[in-house]
């Protein structure tokens, strides 16, 4: 029963590149369907510096008003001529955060409002439930009023 099992392994691995085929002595080159260059052929990017980190970027009006906001400058006239985008980057970070702080407390406020809302509107007894039978109400008074005049 083994034995039928290596011939199929044995006829499986001729088309499946695997570490056992490897390891019978079979050229160690692996062909690589899905990479565009082997790794033998890539070459390593020289590292003359990211065009990302130019300290000479010259901030536009929105980059200048993110700056202020941010605290990084107090005034418009603090700002240099070229800022690093580094500085940019952090002052949009953040604006970012205070951002979602802001939202975080509107968003605390408002459930706090619609609670308050809420039980004020209980002690008036005005309730969802309420409204509704109201307007089921009307409506059926209304089909009833309509079917009554049709003649």
Known sequence: ?????????????RNIPSVPRMMKGVDLKISRRLCIKPPEESQPQPKSGSPLRVPGHKPTEWEKRFLLWAGHFKKPEE?????????????????????????????????????????????????????????????????????????
Request: glycine share 6%; proline share 2%.
């Open 79 to 151: 700002i240099p001529e070229t800022v690093s985008i580094e500085t940019i980057r952090a002052a949009k970070t953040t604006l970012r955060v205070k951002f979602s702080y802001v939202m975080i407390a509107l968003t605390i406020l408002g459930c706090i409002t619609m609670v308050v809302r809420g039980k004020q509107a209980v002690k008036r007894h005005e309730t969802l439930t309420s409204m509704n039978l109201e307007k089921k109400a009307q409506w059926r008074e209304e089909a009833a009023q309509s079917a009554s005049a049709k003649p």
């Open 1 to 13: 029963m083994w034995g039928r099992a290596g011939k199929a392994v044995n006829l499986l691995g």
